[in-house]
């Protein structure tokens, strides 16, 4: 069957995210658009994607919980762990390596986990977009021991990306899939890139927002949805949709 998936969004616990960014309103809008699988992707936590994902489920719709982590180098990667109980000891992996920079909501904005309600049951203090105690090639090794799916992100943009921070691909870094912001057509990329032609891409919003939900997507032909599928689907190539 063919079905569409959008795997970087967003929740209030971002501080770069909207307010409205609740998993409520999340799935109320993938449901609208009738996406069927979400990537739930949260700058260096992923606390609020297991709410996201019970949510979900009365829906009929799939999440992906991981993270957005920001390695040393300042590199963005999707991170995708296969049950709740490795996505656990993700996140006290992640937790481990956090330098320390106290938030300040009025400057970066708010960092709530919400419960299925969207009560707020925890607010983070340290500031989530800054940089980890960890390389690029550390964080793959990790995702590949948990089993995990590892996606450098946006590797088109001219900050946080492959193409921005290194310029190149190493060629030792293992990944599922590149993915290629909604602007990478637009912008050219593979002319001034062209070193970068002949991966599996894939493509999503990063919705901080929820209109952004589902501007650009996947289409995924899978016979069943669950995380190995999805991860198979994603490394023999994905269409990439919407431009």
Known sequence: MKIKADLHIH?????C??????????VNRAKELK????????????????????IAEKENIFVLCGAEVTTSEEVHCLCFMPNFDVLSDFQLFLESKVIFFKNNPDKFGY?????????????????????????????????????????PAHVDKKDTSLSS??????????????????????NNFFDKFSWFKGYNYITDSDAHF???????FNEFEIEEINFENIKKTIKKGINIENY
Not at 42 to 47: A, C, K, R
């Open 35 to 54: 996406i069927n699988v979400l990537g739930i992707t949260d700058h260096n936590s992923t606390l609020n994607s297991v709410v996201t994902s019970k």
């Open 11 to 15: 929740t209030v616990l971002s501080p």
């Open 111 to 151: 960092q709530f986990v919400v419960d299925e309600e969207e009560n707020i049951i925890d607010e983070i203090d340290y500031l989530l977009i800054n940089s980890l105690n960890l390389s690029i090639n550390e964080l793959q090794k990790k995702v590949e021991e948990l089993n995990g799916i590892f996606i």
């Open 165 to 186: 921070q290194l310029g190149f691909i190493p060629p030792d870094l293992k990944f599922d899939a590149l993915e290629l912001s909604p602007f990478a057509f637009k």
């Open 17 to 26: 995210g909207d307010i409205e960014m609740s998993p409520i309103n999340i």
């Open 210 to 216: 929820v209109q952004d939900i589902g501007k650009v």
